[in-house]
């Protein structure tokens, strides 16, 4: 029994939150909010315990893909149910079940109206996007990433603010016409390899120019998921209003999506086109981390301020990815990590505050330090954590990413260190004019400090933030075979000796 667990370790950690969202459903009583709150925090915590396994039984040494299971799904076009998780994809799906279990306690005294759909919403998401980071089969991955839009869009149609409805179409027009080119790109490489393993995908060559274009179709698709600028402009909207969970889920995780997929598709896929588009790539990430970090500083809703932040803090991500050296690479991973910690704590905070006074304007607040001593500690960590503190998970993928770029341009590295003199300046505003000062109003006056629930869900990230950012080899340790063989794959042309006719 217990190597039969082992051995489907990937499946148990989707389908058994997809399957505790389903019986949340079935047993939806909403005479007994309370009974639905403590199944969904049941499932959401079977589903978090399922998954640890895969740290503590992970070969560190090995930088290959582990947990393998699979079996054919649709033999007559060679469709599997494959997966498989390497030292990349381990630490988002435990990022992933954790953050899932965050998101049902935060909701627990707020969520009041279709409380079984809230939380079923959250637990069915999270059994989808582990598969996004488990499949192994083209077609498998493509329908774990279209699935999971499902869940987030009826979490800010129904739950979110006024103008829901136009965020909620933004949001799904944006990732689904990405996604179809990606499609799109996988159909192109099944019809030239008679497969939709992305093993398959890897070992096929083909010329520069039909490279570029895959490449491309990858990009338009997973660009949209971090987001990168341009086409970024829908996750301020999704954030301001999605509820707050919806915000921890986008920002903790969904942007993560589109960072493990470059690096599982769209770059060993098409080698030789990443390195030719690098300038490019470079270019992107580096105006998403000056010019985005510029528009959060003239934010006046705290959670557009803390989207615009993720934008510029996922540009690190993607300056890392294409640096092609070993600590830029590391460093992007200890990014997605880290900002997944601390965004979710930032959207946590800005939560808390809303659940009390009913807005997110910063002019709204002033003075909450004095009604609020430990709650403005814990929101103040996490701002300064968000700047890049030292001793915080913060500095740590910041701080690789740049010493990467310096070995490859020191003018990269420059202008990603300059900026974070920006990210300080936005920060560091909001948080002078929300909570130091005299107290603003009568609301700010009333505030109740935090409850035990609060407490709770922010000590934890507080650790975790701090625990990475003092010991990131916990994560290194993980990640760097995988790293090192994803380098090697990268520097491996996929050229053909020539080209096939009609190319």
């Known amino acids: 029994m217990q ?37 969904a925090l049941l499932g959401g915590l079977l589903s978090f315990l ?20 699979g079996f054919s799904w ?47 919403c959250f637990l069915i998401m999270s059994g989808l996007m582990i598969g996004v980071f488990s499949a192994l089969d083209a077609i498998l991955y493509y329908v774990f990433w279209e699935a999971m839009l499902i869940p987030m869009f009826l979490v800010i149609g129904i739950w979110g603010g006024p103008n829901r409805v136009y965020a909620t179409v933004k949001f799904f027009l944006y990732t689904l016409l990405g996604s179809l080119l990606m499609l799109v790109a ?89 390195h030719h588009l690098t300038p490019y790539m470079i270019s992107l990430s580096l105006i998403a981390i ?11 809703d705290m959670k557009k301020l803390i989207a615009y932040s993720s934008i ?40 808390v505050l809303y659940d009390r006074v009913h807005s997110r304007q910063i002019e709204a607040y002033g003075g909450v330090a004095n009604t609020m001593p430990v709650f403005a500690a814990f929101a103040v960590f996490f701002a300064m954590a968000n700047t890049g503190l030292p001793g915080t998970s913060g500095f740590v993928g910041e701080f690789m990413v740049i010493l990467g770029a310096i070995q490859i341009n020191f003018w990269y590295a420059f202008l ?12 560091l505003w909001m948080v002078k004019r929300v909570f130091y000062g005299a107290v603003a109003n009568d609301q700010v006056a009333a505030l109740n400090d935090l409850n035990k629930r609060e407490f709770f869900i922010l000590a934890t990230l507080a650790v975790l933030v701090l625990a990475l950012g003092v010991y990131p080899q916990a994560v290194t340790d993980m990640t760097n075979a995988t790293v090192n063989e994803l380098l090697t794959h990268f520097a491996q042309s996929k050229l053909p000796a020539s080209l096939p006719a009609g190319l």
């Open 50 to 69: 399922v998954t640890i396994p895969l740290y503590t039984q992970f070969n560190f040494a090995d930088g290959g893909l582990q947990f393998q299971e």
């Open 416 to 427: 990603a260190a300059f900026t974070l003199i920006f990210g300080a300046a936005y920060t």
């Open 290 to 300: 000056v010019y985005i970090a510029l528009v959060a500083l003239v934010q006046k």
């Open 74 to 120: 649709i033999p007559a076009f060679n469709i599997n149910y494959h997966l498989g998780a390497d030292g990349l994809a381990v630490p988002l799906i435990l990022l992933t079940s954790f953050t899932t279990l965050i998101v049902i306690i935060a909701a627990w005294e707020v969520i009041e109206k279709r409380v079984a759909q809230y939380m079923a």
């Open 186 to 274: 996988f159909i192109y490489l099944y019809l030239n390899t008679g497969s939709f393993e992305i093993a398959d995908f890897y070992r096929f060559p083909m010329p520069l120019q039909v490279q570029i274009l895959v490449f491309l179709a990858f990009f338009v698709a997973f660009a949209v998921k971090i987001p990168m600028w341009p086409v970024h402009t829908w996750l301020p909207d999704a954030h301001v209003e999605a509820p707050t969970g919806g915000s921890v889920v986008l920002a903790a995780i969904a942007l993560k999506l589109g960072g493990y997929s470059f690096l599982r598709f769209a770059m060993p896929i098409a080698p030789d086109a990443a």
């Open 312 to 351: 510029s803090h996922m540009g690190f991500v993607t300056l890392g990815f294409f640096l092609f050296n070993n600590i830029g690479l590391e460093g992007a991973i200890v990014q997605m990590l880290s900002h997944g910690f601390i965004s979710a704590a930032m959207f946590l905070c800005v939560g």
């Open 3 to 39: 190597n039969y667990f082992y051995h489907h370790l990937l499946s148990f950690a989707i389908w058994l939150p997809v399957l505790a969202g389903v019986v949340v459903l079935a047993s939806a009583n909403e005479n007994k909010p309370n009974a639905t709150r403590w199944l």
